[in-house]
């Protein structure tokens, strides 16, 4: 199994400013991946994150607006930038262990941007 | 990933068995079906994976026919904290991205 934290819990933010949110998983994992789920929608994939490599985006999804940073195996860091209240979403990281066969998430972040 | 059609919602009352189905007309040979349960506020937990046939755990039973063109998730004597969205998912398992559908949102009422 893994557990996940993830900070912040929620925040509100001014538009045009950038959020980090930080996810540190209690074991070792290659990949973590960041989800972004909209009020009331069903969870969509924004990138996949591997160790020592540059993280890989999902359609509609792009670097400079969503830097992500895996500076080891045990953690990721997901920036939302120059933020607008189309940004406002829960975002939430994701690992599946090797040898596991389910994916573990943390609790989300809940960003509203006002 | 194969695609997933289940009900957008299911009303049930305390104490009974609720059974959503899931199709997923294109699955792959390889392909496991997996389903997550997620309340408000938090993130998707895992309830149960199956291949073919039948697989049962404290939780829930999961069937699938021999085609495994669709499954069914059935969770016995639901009571209210089993309000939840119920998503099925369909893919290969190890260190990939999973594709939610729109998932199924379950109101357990007294």
């Known amino acids: 199994s893994a557990v996940i934290s993830q900070k912040p819990s929620r925040d509100i933010c001014q538009r045009g400013t950038s959020l980090t949110i930080q996810c540190q998983v209690d074991s070792q994992v290659t990949m973590m991946f960041w989800y972004r789920q909209q009020p009331g929608q069903s969870l969509t994939l924004i990138a996949t994150?591997?160790?020592?490599?540059?993280?890989?985006?999902e359609s509609g999804f792009v670097i400079d607006k969503f830097p992500i940073s895996r500076p080891n195996l045990t953690f990721s860091t997901l920036t939302v930038s120059n933020m607008s209240p189309e940004d406002s979403s829960i975002y939430l990281c994701?690992?599946?262990?090797?040898?596991?066969?389910?994916?573990?998430f943390g609790q989300g972040t809940r960003l509203t941007v006002v | 990933l194969a695609k997933t059609t289940q009900p957008i919602s299911m009303d049930s009352y305390e104490g009974q068995e609720v059974n959503i189905t899931c199709s997923h007309n294109?699955?792959?040979?390889?392909?496991?079906i997996t389903w997550y349960q997620q309340f408000p506020s938090q993130g998707p937990r895992f309830i149960i994976q199956?291949?073919?046939t039948k697989v049962t755990n404290e939780v829930a039973s999961l069937f699938i026919p021999a085609d495994r063109k669709s499954s069914t998730l059935s969770l016995p004597r639901v009571s209210l904290s089993d309000t939840a969205v119920y998503y099925c998912?369909?893919?290969?398992?190890?260190?990939?991205?999973?594709?939610f559908g729109s998932g199924t949102r379950l109101q357990v009422q007294p």
């Open positions: 199956g291949y073919k």
């Open positions: 994150a591997n160790q020592g490599s540059e993280a890989t985006y």
């Open positions: 994701s690992v599946e262990p090797t040898r596991n066969t389910e994916a573990f």
């Open positions: 998912l369909v893919g290969g398992t190890g260190r990939r991205a999973l594709t």
């Open positions: 294109n699955i792959a040979t390889n392909d496991y």
